[in-house]
């Protein structure tokens, strides 16, 4: 008997996740994984955070505790945590409650709430991203409905920087009242951040246009180390009395990958605005997915609230984004040392996780084939995944995909 499915075709491969079950198959021994956007240590081992450790023996040793539902708009404690951390204890829109937060999915379920909401309580239609951007962009406004998915440019591949000309021209273009995705810090793929007085030239643009501004906060911590400096594009935009959405995620910056910990900051012009937005939100998540976990929330939230906690836990990212930036010294020394054709400096000058290497394809593809080095096509790499026993191996392998094909790309 025919299924009922018989029509349904095979989708298409998710990249990263490919990536890493080829990864997995492969028993080369030096193999070396920089796809996925997950923290290793120098032993390219996962890293469970020892404060979130401690949190997690507290919790379990905490009977009052139970796995009653949440509330739809998830664990208050953490909520309120994630939004001080965003913005800082005195910022004015938190002193004159104008801010809300609701608990989401990670932050793949916060930008997916923010689209819901803006399409249907706000009539957005039209949304920009950067190009190149983080690829689920795209495919979460999509699913939302969104008819009109743009680019403004933003990697200027020649220079290996931003592209602050071409991204105010192309928003300066956008049509009234469209929504635009601008990366907080560390942004994905690049590794190439706004400095703060382009920051201010980007908002003074997309207020001029009238453009909602939708923030990705996937990285704070990891880009320079110190998590206020990396909240400067959010709370600078909440000085202005800009009314905008956050979507934080707790993923890297606590190791929570697979707790999918995620809150959507609502920044507003009065309490009342705020209690709006938040009652719809929460008829949204109601759809979605009802109600959110706790597990995650919990740990964020109880070291977030104490004081002794909140110190481990800086120092641990302070751990973290050393190592990235030991890795990116590292790499970059190595291509230097061998003569690798181009200039290798935006290594060093790229932030956070991620560094776009600028390899072409075909230099991806040897890559992978050759060397068994997996990474994104695009030339993405994870500067998290280089350790001191693997970056020599990893450079000569992009010295050799580079005089292989030397000319596939302008490096």
Known sequence: MASLFADVEVAPAIEVFALTAKYNEDTFAE????????????????????????????????????????????????????????????????????????????????????????????????????????????????????????????????????DLKGMLEDLKNSPDNSVVILHTCAHNPTGTDPTEDQWKQIIDVCQERKMFLLMDCAYQGFASGDLDKDAFAVRYIASRGIEFFVAQSFSKNFGLYNERTGNLSIITNSPDVKLRVRTQCELIVRKMWSNPSNHGARVVATVLNNPALYDEWKQQVLIMANRIKLMRQLLYEKLRSLGTPGTWEHVIKQIGMFSFTGLSLRQVENMMNKHHIYLLKEGRINMCALTTKNVEYVANAIHDSVISFPDDAKL
């Open 31 to 162: 193999k070396v994984n920089l796809g996925v956007g997950a923290y290793r240590t120098d032993d390219g081992k996962p890293w469970v955070l020892p404060v979130v450790r401690n949190a997690e023996s507290q919790m379990a040793a905490d009977l009052t505790l139970n796995h009653e539902y949440l509330p739809v708009a998830g664990l208050p404690a953490y909520r309120e945590a994630a939004i001080r951390l965003l913005l800082g204890d005195g910022h004015p829109v938190v002193v004159e409650n104008k801010v809300e937060g609701i608990q989401t999915l990670g932050g793949t379920g916060a930008l997916r709430l923010a689209a819901e909401f803006l399409k249907q309580m706000l009539k957005k239609d039209v949304v920009y991203v950067s190009n190149p951007t983080w690829g689920n962009h795209r495919g979460i406004f999509k699913a939302a409905g969104y008819s009109q998915i743009k680019e403004y440019r933003y990697w200027d591949a020649a220079n290996r920087s931003l």
